[in-house]
C-alpha cells in the first residue's frame, strides 16, 4: 500500500534511509532477537522500524516529527508490542519511558543533534546494552579516534571510558532521500560493566577532559590553569608527579593519563 508522506524537513534532520542492503546490515549489526526491547530513535518514515517490529518483543520509537509519529501510530495500531511517543529526545524522560528493561538502541540519528543525543546516551548508559547508531562520518570518526589527532577530542575520552566502540561500515549520500551533504558511518556500542580506568570522582574527571580540549592550541598547563582546578604552583608539582609533561597539548594524553590526573588531583584537591 502506497502512503503519502509529507515533504522531508530539513530542520529535523529527516534524511530517509531508501537503500535495502544498508537497512539489512543496520538491522544486522543490531542483531534484534525475539526476547530484546529495543528504543529507536526518529523512526521516520519506517524503514528501519518496520524490520525491527517483526523481530523483538517490545519496540520503543521516539519521533519529533507530529505527521509522521501519527503515520506510524496508526501503521502499529494493531501491534501492541509497538509504542510510537511524539517526543524530543533530547528531553525525554527516559525511566517511564523504558522501565526497568535493558534496551538496545538503533538510530538513524537527525546529525544537526547527533553529538548532544550520544551525551544524553552516555549519561543514561545504564539503560542500554548495545546502540547501534548512524551518524555523519566526522562525528563517527571522533568516537573512534586515536590520541593526537583532531578527531579526539572528549567524546572520544568518555565514549572509551564507558564503551567498546566499534566503526561497523560507511554510508554514502545515496543511500538516502533525500541525499544528505555529507557521507555517514554507522557505530555499534556496547557499553562496558565497569568504568575502563579507575578515575577516582566521575565530576572531576569529566571536568579535567573538558578542561584540556576547551582551547585546543593551548598547552595542557595553560588548560587547566584556567579551569581554575587547584592552585597553580601545586598543580605544577601534580603534572610532575604524574609524570605529565604540562607543555604537552591535552589531546595527546590516553585515557589512562587523563584517569591518572584526575585521581591524584582528588587527592590533592582533599588536601588543600
Ligand atoms: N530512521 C529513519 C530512516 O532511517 O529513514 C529516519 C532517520 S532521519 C535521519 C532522523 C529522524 O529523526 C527523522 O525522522 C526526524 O524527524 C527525527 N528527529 C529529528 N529530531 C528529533 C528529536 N529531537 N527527537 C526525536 N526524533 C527526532
Known amino acids: 500500500m502506497s502512503q503519502y508522506y509529507p515533504r522531508p524537513r530539513k530542520a529535523l534532520g529527516q534524511n530517509f534511509l531508501t537503500d535495502r542492503n544498508i537497512i539489512t546490515k543496520i538491522i544486522a549489526a543490531a542483531q534484534p532477537a525475539p526476547e530484546d526491547c529495543v528504543l529507536e530513535v526518529g523512526p521516520g518514515r519506517g524503514a528501519l522500524t518496520d524490520l525491527l517490529a517483526q523481530r523483538v518483543r517490545r519496540l520503543v520509537a521516539v519521533e519529533f516529527d507530529r505527521d509522521l509519529?501519527?503515520?506510524l501510530r496508526q501503521r502499529f495500531s494493531d501491534a501492541s508490542h509497538v509504542v510510537i511517543h511524539e517526543q524530543d529526545v533530547l528531553k525525554v524522560d527516559f525511566g517511564p519511558l523504558l522501565g526497568a528493561d535493558?534496551?538496545?538502541?538503533?538510530a538513524n540519528l537527525p546529525y544537526n543533534i547527533s553529538t548532544p543525543v550520544l551525551f544524553r546516551f552516555l549519561e543514561e548508559r545504564h539503560r542500554f546494552s548495545k546502540l547501534v547508531?548512524?551518524?555523519?562520518?566526522?562525528?563517527g570518526e571522533r568516537l573512534a579516534a586515536p590520541p593526537d589527532c583532531s578527531d579526539y577530542g572528549v567524546l572520544t575520552v568518555l565514549?572509551?571510558?564507558w564503551f567498546e566502540v566499534k566503526r561497523e561500515f560507511l554510508v554514502a549520500p545515496g543511500c538516502f532521500h533525500p541525499?544528505?551533504?555529507?557521507?555517514?558511518?554507522?557505530?555499534?556500542?556496547?557499553?562496558l560493566a565497569q568504568s575502563r580506568?579507575?578515575?577516582?570522582?566521575?565530576?572531576?574527571f569529566e571536568r579535567v577532559v573538558k578542561a584540556a580540549f576547551a582551547m585546543r592550541r593551548?598547552?595542557?598547563?595553560?588548560?587547566?590553569?584556567?579551569?581554575?582546578?587547584l592552585d597553580p604552583p601545586r598543580l605544577e608539582?601534580?603534572?610532575?608527579?604524574?609524570?605529565?609533561?604540562?607543555?604537552?597539548?591535552?589531546?595527546?594524553?590516553?585515557?589512562?593519563?587523563?584517569?591518572?590526573?584526575?585521581?591524584q588531583l582528588r587527592v590533592a584537591r582533599q588536601q588543600a
Open 69 to 71: 509519529a501519527a503515520i
Open 102 to 106: 535493558r534496551f538496545k538502541v538503533v
Open 133 to 139: 547508531v548512524m551518524l555523519q562520518k566526522e562525528v
Open 159 to 161: 565514549f572509551r571510558q
Open 179 to 191: 541525499a544528505p551533504k555529507v557521507e555517514s558511518v554507522v557505530i555499534s556500542l556496547v557499553p
Open 197 to 204: 580506568v579507575e578515575v577516582g570522582d566521575q565530576s572531576l
Open 218 to 229: 593551548k598547552t595542557l598547563w595553560n588548560c587547566l590553569k584556567s579551569a581554575d582546578l
Open 237 to 263: 608539582e601534580l603534572l610532575a608527579e604524574c609524570g605529565i609533561d604540562g607543555r604537552r597539548r591535552g589531546e595527546t594524553l590516553d585515557l589512562e593519563e587523563f584517569a591518572r590526573l584526575s585521581r
